[in-house]
C-alpha cells in the first residue's frame, strides 16, 4: 500500500483569466468578463480542484492570472472553502496576484484568515501617464493605499512588480518609480523589460512606427534595477527577480508582522544559502524543473514527466469540467535530455547557477558530460563562470539570460 502523499505533487498553480480591461501589452490568456462567467469558472475550478487533490499536497501554491483579486468575496470564499474540504491549505508559500485597484480590507483579511500569506502586487509604474500608456486601470495613489491595505491586514510577504523600457519612460522616470518602489519596504521586488508579443496594441503601434526601441536605454536601466535594489537591501536571485533576507519596513506602520492563526510564522529558512529567505518558492521549483499542477484555463503543468496544457478557452475549459473531465488541450512526455535541457536553461536564470551535483540529481544528467562545450562558449564570451562544483552566469551574463539559455536546449 503506497504511503500517503509519498508521491504526491507539492507545488500548484491556479490561472485567474479574468480582468478589468486588457492591458496594452500583455499577451497572457485572460479577459474583460461578466459575473456569470466568473461564477462558472469558479464552478469548474472547483471540479477540476477535486479530480487532481488526491495526489496534491501543496507546499507552494500561486494564484495568477488575469487578476485574481478581482474575484469578489463570495468567489474567493467558495475556492477557499473547496480547498479546505479537499485539504489543499496549509501551504508554507501562498502567493495571490493583486491588481492595486482591487484589493479591499474584507478581501485581504478572507485571504489571510485561509492562509493566503504573499501577495504579488501588480504596480508596474508609479508615473502616472505610464499607468495610462500601459492601459492599466489603477493609479499611483491606489499603490500606496493598496500596499498599507495588505500590510494592516497582515500579510508580512509582499511583492511588487515593476516593468521597464516602457515607451515614453526616461531614465529620470524609472529611476523616480523605483526609489519610490523600494522605499516601501516589500520584502520581494520583481521587474521586467517589456515584451512586444504580437497581436497586442503596444506591438501593433510598434509596427506603425509610433516609437522606437532603444537598447541601451533598456541596458542601462536593467543596470540601475540590480544598482538600486542592491542599495536597497534585495538580493538579486534570479535575472528579473530581487528579495530580502529579512522582514522589510515600512514607515507608516509600526508593527505589521502577524503570525498565522496556529501562531506559526509562515516563512521557513532559505533553500539555498545564496537564496534569501523571501525568494519566491513557488518560481524557485519552476526554475529548478519541479513538478506542478497546473489548473484553470490556458494553465500548463508538470507532473512525472508529462507536460499538460489546459485549453485557453473559458467557456470550453467549463464545458470540459462540467462533464468531469479536466480540460487538457495537450499533454507531452519529454525525452529527459530534453527535458534536462530546458532545466538547464531555466535554472541559469537563478544567480545562484547550478551545482553539478543538484543538476544531475534532478536530471539524470551531468552538465559537464553533456554541455560542457557550451559552458565553455559562456565562459569565453564573458557570459558564464565554472567552479569545482557548479556553473553560473555572470552579471553580463544575466543579461542575456534567454540568448544563453538557448545554447543548453536540445
Ligand atoms: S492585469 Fe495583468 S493579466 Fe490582466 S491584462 Fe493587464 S497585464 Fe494582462
Redesign the pocket.
Known amino acids: 500500500m503506497p504511503k500517503p502523499f509519498s508521491f504526491s505533487v507539492s507545488n500548484l498553480y491556479v490561472h485567474v483569466p479574468f480582468?478589468a480591461q486588457?492591458?496594452a501589452y500583455?499577451a497572457?490568456y485572460?479577459e474583460a468578463s461578466s459575473g456569470e462567467l466568473i461564477n462558472r469558472y469558479v464552478n469548474a475550478l472547483i471540479c477540476e480542484m477535486e479530480l487532481v487533490a488526491a495526489d496534491l499536497k501543496p507546499r507552494t501554491i500561486f494564484f495568477g492570472?488575469?487578476?485574481p483579486s478581482l474575484l469578489n468575496l463570495r468567489q474567493w470564499e467558495e475556492i477557499l472553502r473547496a480547498m479546505e474540504r479537499l485539504n489543499l491549505l496549509g501551504a508554507e508559500e501562498f502567493t495571490v496576484e493583486c491588481?492595486p485597484a482591487t484589493v479591499s480590507t474584507d478581501k485581504a483579511k478572507l485571504l489571510r484568515d485561509f492562509g493566503v500569506n504573499r501577495i504579488s502586487m501588480?504596480v508596474q509604474s508609479l508615473d502616472e501617464k505610464l499607468l495610462d500608456r500601459l492601459g492599466r486601470i489603477h493609479s499611483r495613489e491606489m499603490v500606496f493605499k493598496s500596499f498599507d491595505t495588505l500590510r494592516r491586514a497582515g500579510f508580512d510577504n509582499l511583492n511588487l512588480d515593476l516593468m521597464f523600457a516602457i515607451p515614453g519612460q526616461t531614465m529620470e522616470i524609472w529611476r523616480d518609480t523605483l526609489n519610490e518602489a523600494v522605499a516601501m519596504g516589500s520584502e520581494h521586488l520583481s521587474s521586467y523589460e517589456v515584451i512586444y508579443e504580437e497581436d497586442t496594441p503596444l506591438f501593433a503601434q510598434l509596427k506603425a512606427g509610433e516609437f522606437d526601441v532603444n537598447e541601451d536605454l533598456a541596458c542601462a536601466m536593467y543596470e540601475e534595477l540590480v544598482e538600486c535594489s542592491t542599495a536597497a537591501g534585495f538580493q538579486q536571485y534570479e535575472v528579473a527577480n530581487f528579495a530580502r533576507h529579512a522582514r522589510g519596513t515600512n514607515g507608516t506602520l509600526e508593527s505589521w508582522g502577524n503570525e498565522t492563526a496556529s501562531g506559526q510564522h509562515s516563512i521557513t529558512p532559505p533553500l539555498h544559502h545564496s537564496i534569501p529567505v523571501f525568494a519566491c518558492r513557488h518560481n524557485v521549483n519552476y526554475w529548478r524543473g519541479g513538478s506542478f499542477y497546473g489548473l484553470g484555463p490556458s494553465a500548463t503543468g508538470y507532473v512525472r514527466g508529462v507536460r499538460t496544457k489546459n485549453w485557453s478557452n473559458t467557456q470550453l475549459y467549463c464545458e470540459q469540467l462540467e462533464k468531469g473531465k479536466r480540460a487538457i488541450e495537450s499533454s507531452e512526455e519529454l525525452p529527459p535530455l530534453r527535458r534536462a535541457g530546458e532545466t538547464a536553461a531555466f535554472g541559469l536564470r537563478m544567480n545562484a547557477g547550478w551545482p553539478f551535483e543538484q543538476f544531475r540529481e534532478t536530471t539524470g544528467h551531468d552538465l559537464r558530460a553533456e554541455w560542457a562545450g557550451e559552458m565553455n562558449r559562456c565562459v569565453e564570451q564573458g557570459w558564464g563562470q565554472i567552479t569545482s562544483d557548479n556553473f553560473k552566469l555572470t552579471r553580463q551574463g544575466l543579461r542575456f539570460a534567454d540568448s544563453a539559455a538557448e545554447l543548453f536546449l536540445r
Open positions: 480582468c486588457k492591458c500583455c497572457f485572460s492570472g488575469g487578476t491588481n501588480g
